[in-house]
């Protein structure tokens, strides 16, 4: 069994800047690619950000040159940094990793841009 444990969500003003973490632990034999998706009240979920392995990184328009993804492989931890965040960011951001056996998704974490 495989767990991911999130953090780093929060409230902030627009223009600010959150990191999110997620780490996996459990059965892992091997991660092909680590992300992050956020789902908006009244919304779909929609991918943010996505880095496999061997480094190549995804991201969604609207977070192109804001967010950045990074990823410790021998931590098993993924990283969302995000800056010039918007109310539109505003959003329940939740891990999700693919791996030999399967896909595994966080509880979520949520992320407020108010002020």
């Known amino acids: 069994q495989v767990q991911l444990e999130e953090s780093g969500g929060g409230l902030v003003q627009p223009g600010g800047s959150l990191r999110l973490s997620c780490a996996a632990s459990?059965?892992?034999?091997?991660?092909?690619?680590m992300g992050w998706y956020r789902q908006a009240p009244g919304k779909q979920r929609e991918l943010v950000a996505r880095?496999?392995?061997?480094?190549?990184?995804l991201y969604a328009d609207s977070v192109q040159g804001r967010f950045t993804i990074s990823r410790d492989n021998a931590k098993n931890t993924v990283y969302l940094q995000m800056n010039s965040l918007k109310p539109e960011d505003t959003a329940i951001y939740c891990c999700?990793?693919?791996?030999?056996?399967?896909?595994?998704w966080g509880q979520g974490t949520q992320v407020t841009v108010s002020s």
């Open positions: 999700n990793i693919h791996r030999w056996g399967g896909e595994d």
């Open positions: 459990g059965s892992i034999l091997r991660i092909f690619a």
């Open positions: 880095i496999t392995s061997g480094g190549t990184t």
